[in-house]
Antibody, heavy 120, light 111 residues
Framework: QVQLVESGGGLVKPGGSLRLSCAAS????????MSWVRQAPGKGLQWVSY????????YYADSVKGRFTISRDNAKNSLYLQMNSLRAEDTAVYYC?????????????WGQGALVSVSS | QLVLTQSPSASASLGASVKLTCTLS???????IAWLQQQPEKGPRYLMK???????SKGDGIPDRFSGSTSGAEHYLTISSLQSEDEADYYC?????????FGGGTKLTVL
């Protein structure tokens, strides 16, 4: 079955950096677009970024553009999110998610999330 | 700009039915959406995708009590025979080129 396991979360000071990883299994990773979605404490879901199956195409929410970088390693079945210049408002649980299908670009499979706390 | 609007809260009694609404922004009425459920302290769970013709594509193990429909710019999630475990946040979700969009979520309370 599809499994997505995030890691790399933690406490970081404002202005600092963190790299999240998502290990995928149970499906052909290189066939699917992948996304990062975050949820601030007590708030709703917010799309952060997505990447095409090949990794050549990436998109970002305006709130993270220029600070975050999404990438993937299809040989390692892994998705990454490099987060730089972190701010307090980036504090959230970060979810890795897989699209349902190429013809259905909605996030249909989700990891358990990784908590990122940005505080001095 | 593509926006999804949901009511912040809804409530219904155990065993009853409830209909949650997700409204697409002006000019975007022809978009399909997906519904997600998030139970307390858990990650989101995909319920179904609802296409513009109203057809549903459910996730594995989603009970028949959950159904989706649409009319114009409105999408609906109907949950029948409400159970205590249905108490959760429900999000609608769609996409456009270069973006993915989530509604603000509806907190469903089962009385």
């Amino acid at each position: 079955q599809v499994q997505l396991v995030e890691s790399g979360g933690g406490l970081v000071k404002p202005g600092g950096s963190l790299r999240l990883s998502c290990a995928a299994s149970g499906f052909s990773f290189s066939d699917y677009y992948m996304s990062w979605v975050r949820q601030a404490p007590g708030k709703g879901l917010q799309w952060v970024s997505y990447i095409s199956s090949s990794g050549y195409t990436t998109y970002y929410a305006d709130s993270v553009k220029g600070r975050f970088t999404i990438s993937r390693d299809n040989a390692k079945n892994s998705l990454y999110l490099q987060m730089n210049s972190l701010r307090a408002e980036d504090t959230a649980v970060y979810y890795c998610a897989r699209d349902k299908a190429a013809s259905a670009p909605v996030s249909a499979f989700w990891g358990q999330g990784a908590l990122v706390s940005v505080s001095s | 700009q593509l926006v999804l609007t949901q009511s912040p809260s809804a409530s219904a009694s155990l065993g009853a039915s409830v209909k949650l609404t997700c409204t697409l922004s002006s000019g975007h009425s022809g978009y399909a959406i997906a519904w997600l459920q998030q139970q307390p302290e858990k990650g989101p769970r995909y319920l179904m995708k609802v296409d513009t013709d109203g057809s549903n594509s459910k996730g594995d193990g989603i009970p028949d009590r959950f159904s989706g429909s649409t009319s114009g710019a409105e999408h609906y999630l109907t949950i029948s025979s409400l159970q205590s475990e249905d108490e959760a946040d429900y999000y609608c979700h769609t996409w456009d080129t270069g973006t993915r969009v989530f509604g603000g979520g509806t907190k469903l309370t089962v009385l």
